[in-house]
């Protein structure tokens, strides 16, 4: 059974600090790791898709890194804004699907 | 604008009826999932299906079933054989069926049993 487990599940940030949270899949047989953002009564949209070990992804002021020896991820939110609340997702891929973590959750505190 | 669409956006259905989700997509992608969604827990894969005609179940596809007659369409049908149905339906796609294809996902249906 493939595990994907993301910390913290929730996190509260102030408005202007950054932040950064983990994703953790297995370290074998290591393709893809994608990360998705999911804004309350929205669709999750894609942010980024990951194959090399020692990537690094960035979009606006949100990036990612990538160690598959070691199996984690990072996602990096630089200076918050109350815009970034939403749930982050990583999934990892194996067995032929995305087998996804349950989310960690950021609220943004003006 | 290219999207998927999924309705309805709630559905209520009652112990022992069937149920069938609807999902549209008009991006030409070729795969298509349906996922589940629990509280406190990932979302989770019911089938998947890569071409017209062709679908393979997922990790909890016991109590559903699909079709996939057209490329743009993949409507999921709730049973009553499934035990807990109460949740949260995601349908996504992607331009093909592999580990570098980023998912574009619809809105979702929440199904709740009365």
């Known amino acids: 059974i493939l595990n994907v487990e993301q910390s913290p599940q929730s996190l509260h940030v102030q408005e202007g600090d950054s932040t950064n949270f983990t994703c953790s899949f297995p370290s074998s047989n290591f393709y893809a790791l994608h990360w998705y953002r999911w804004e309350t009564a929205k669709s999750p949209e894609a942010l980024f898709v990951m194959t090399l070990n020692g990537d690094e992804k960035k979009k606006g002021r949100i990036s990612a890194t990538l160690n598959t020896k070691e199996g984690y991820s990072y996602l990096y939110i630089k200076g918050s804004q109350p815009e970034d609340s939403a749930t982050y997702l990583c999934a990892f891929w194996g067995a032929q699907k995305l087998v996804f973590g349950q989310g960690t959750r950021l609220t943004i505190n003006p | ?114």
């Not at chain 2, 149920?19 to 089938?47: F, K």
């Not at chain 2, 007659?69 to 009553?80: A, D, I, Q, W, Y």
């Not at chain 2, 349908?91 to 580990?99: I, K, M, R, T, V």
């Open chain 2, 1 to 114: 604008d290219g999207g998927i669409t999924q309705s309805p956006k709630y559905l209520f259905r009652k112990e022992g009826q069937n149920v069938t989700l609807s999902c549209e997509q008009n991006l030409n992608h070729d795969a298509m999932y349906w996922y589940r969604q629990d509280p406190g827990q990932g979302l989770r894969l019911i089938y998947y299906s890569q071409i017209v005609n062709d679908f393979q179940k997922g990790d909890i596809a016991e109590g559903y079933s699909v079709s996939r007659e057209k490329k743009e369409s993949f409507p999921l049908t709730v049973t009553s054989a499934q035990k807990n149905p109460t949740a949260f339906y995601l349908c996504a796609s992607s331009f093909g069926q592999g580990a570098n294809y980023g998912y574009t996902f619809g809105s979702g249906t929440r199904l709740t049993v009365v």
